[in-house]
């Protein structure tokens, strides 16, 4: 047993292996069971794993800022993303070495480096959308994925155009595709899966694609390093120039392994989270009116870091993170010494979680919290442990301003600048993509072509 308690911490009675595959399969219905049987905190036991989670603000807040003596935020307890990203990944590492690589990569993703990036972003979405002929219906997420991988690869990797940057694009989607449904997501939780059993197996693909992944990113580093410009401004580059406290630079695999985090974390979460902003704002149109009144009042139609400013904009993408949020869970953190929380002593090796799912559904926080209310966030301040999509405390996710940036940028662009329609009347519904949450099916929208007046009559 993990631990021991003052009293039995509330598990579910299934089986461990049971649990998990619910877990892979059905994980918001897994944790809405629980939350209703169980209470504010309680134990799900996946597989090898044992995890406690708690969704209460005072209670997430003391796990997520006593990372020092009493709990620990160790990368170890991420392993099952150790093949997608590298063992050199932040996300992996824990303790002094996880502060100075945050330290290395945290800068340019704030402040007048972020704000570079702002124009960029509109053109690849415009340019992205332009594309499509009027009539012809899409799939919103495979062109919101084009936009965020787009961005990624030009202010991260500081590509623009050419062979290496087109074989990345068409390799590094393949491989997320691979784990972007609730059963083929099981490739991530049985790591066996991923074996290299001959040609036909998924194992076998994923070898391929990472063999070829790699020697372009190492390609591209060893280029860069060869050939250094004080005058970039991509992230590529200023983590090439950063160095820590002792004068210490990245190596190559480190460098590499970074780069797959923002590529993995900076594209697909953000993906997800401009389609299901697209749904919102066509199957609410009031939401849509209200954001077209907004843009044309305030002057930000075609000014991509004004749109960055709109509160009701804002508003919109954080409802949208709030009801689905793409990451259903905070980074756990680890017993290190004997804790209680809400009423239960926790030994140390208890692994603790966060539902940011459950937090963000909390009635007294969030009233109604099944409809979507942009509103909500007009009226009221939420506190970082009562809202978090991001996370909170040092495993923060290091780009969320940029994530939040392109949410604004693009959803503000795209219905300011473009006429699309709904090209199905059910209501889309969550379902798991890989470690994250995304949205069934995609959400198919028809294009309709350039907006001709910002705000129908």
């Not at 060893?222 to 992230?235: E, K, M, W, Y």
């Not at 149109?285 to 077209?292: A, G, I, R, Y």
């Not at 994250?436 to 910002?454: A, P």
């Amino acid at each position: 047993m993990l631990f021991s308690t003052m009293s039995s911490i509330p598990t579910p009675t299934t089986p461990r292996f049971i649990q998990l595959i619910n877990w892979i399969l059905r994980p918001l219905a897994v944790m809405d069971t629980h939350s209703r049987q169980l209470g504010d905190l309680f134990r799900m036991r996946l597989g090898q794993f044992d995890l406690v989670t708690a969704s209460k603000p005072d209670t997430l807040r003391y796990m997520l800022t006593h990372d020092s003596e009493e709990l620990s935020a160790p990368g170890e307890v991420n392993q099952i993303l150790k093949p997608l990203l590298g063992e050199n990944s932040v996300i992996l590492l824990d303790g002094e070495s996880h502060r100075r690589r945050r330290q290395l990569i945290m800068p340019p993703f704030h402040g007048e480096r972020l704000r570079a990036y702002a124009d960029l972003i509109q053109t690849l979405a415009r340019r992205a959308v332009s594309d499509l002929a009027p009539g012809e219906t899409f799939v919103a997420r495979d062109v919101m994925q084009q936009i965020t991988m787009r961005v990624i690869l030009q202010a991260v990797f500081g590509l623009h155009e050419g062979d290496r940057y087109h074989r990345l694009e068409i390799l590094l989607r393949d491989r997320i595709n691979l784990a972007s449904s609730p059963l083929t997501s099981s490739l991530i939780f049985f790591p066996v899966l991923q074996t290299d059993l001959g040609s036909w197996s998924p194992g076998a693909k994923i070898k391929a694609l990472a063999a070829e992944i790699d020697g372009l990113i190492y390609a591209e580093i060893r280029d860069r390093r060869a050939n250094p410009d004080p005058n970039r401004t991509d992230i590529l580059s200023l983590l090439l120039l950063a160095q820590d406290e002792t004068g210490k630079g990245m190596t190559d695999p480190e460098l590499r392994d970074e780069l797959m985090t923002l590529l993995v974390a900076g594209h697909e979460t953000t993906a997800t989270a401009l389609t299901w902003a697209l749904y919102w704002a066509h199957h609410l149109p009031e939401v849509q009116k209200n954001l077209l009144e907004e843009i044309q009042t305030s002057g930000a139609d075609g000014n991509a870091l004004a749109l960055t400013k709109l509160p009701y904009l804002s508003a919109v993408c954080n409802e949208t993170l709030r009801i689905y949020p793409v990451a259903m869970l905070t980074f756990a953190r680890r017993v290190e010494q004997p804790i209680e929380l809400e009423g239960y002593v926790l030994e140390p090796g208890t692994v603790v979680t966060g539902s940011i799912y459950l937090l963000h559904r909390r009635p007294e926080l969030y009233p109604d919290p099944e409809l979507f209310k942009p509103e909500r966030f007009l009226e009221r301040q939420y506190s970082a442990f009562e809202f978090m999509p991001f996370g909170a405390g040092e495993r923060r996710c290091v780009g969320a301003a940029l994530a939040q940036y392109e949410l604004k940028i693009v959803l503000g662009t795209l219905l300011s600048e473009f006429e699309f329609a709904l090209a199905d009347t059910q209501p889309a519904t969550p379902e798991r993509r890989g470690v994250t949450l995304g949205v069934k099916g995609g959400v198919k929208l028809i294009f309709k072509g350039k907006r001709q007046q910002l705000v129908p009559a």
